[in-house]
Nanobody, 124 residues
């Protein structure tokens, strides 16, 4: 079974940057499409970015386009989310997730494997 563990969250001032990491274990990450999601208090979980198996294509939510960059290092079984120009509305718990198959999707219900999440708080 694939296990995912996120790290790298924290308290950041508006305009700052963070790099979230997601370490995969138990299975080879090459087999999965991956996604990053976030959930703010009182809101539904939303997809922010995803990458297909092997990294052939990526997708970003409109709200993060140009500020977030998803990447994967299959040799290290790692997934990353670089976040720039952080805004208070980016405050949320961020999750990485994986689904079997080639294509990625921003729909949480399509993903079987989830990490426990890492908190990102953007505040001055």
């Amino acid at each position: 079974q694939l296990q995912l563990v996120e790290s790298g969250g924290g308290l950041v001032q508006p305009g700052g940057s963070l790099r979230l990491s997601c370490a995969a274990s138990g299975r080879i990450l090459d087999w999965y499409a991956i996604g990053w999601f976030r959930q703010a208090p009182g809101k539904e979980r939303e997809g922010v970015s995803c990458m297909s198996k092997i990294g052939g294509s990526t997708n970003y939510a409109d709200s993060v386009e140009g500020r977030f960059t998803i990447s994967r290092d299959n040799a290290k079984n790692m997934v990353y989310l670089e976040i720039k120009s952080l805004k208070p509305e980016d405050t949320a718990v961020y999750f990485c997730a994986a689904r079997a198959g080639y294509a990625c999707t921003p729909r949480p219900r399509e993903y079987l494997y989830w990490g426990q999440g890492t908190q990102v708080t953007v505040s001055s």
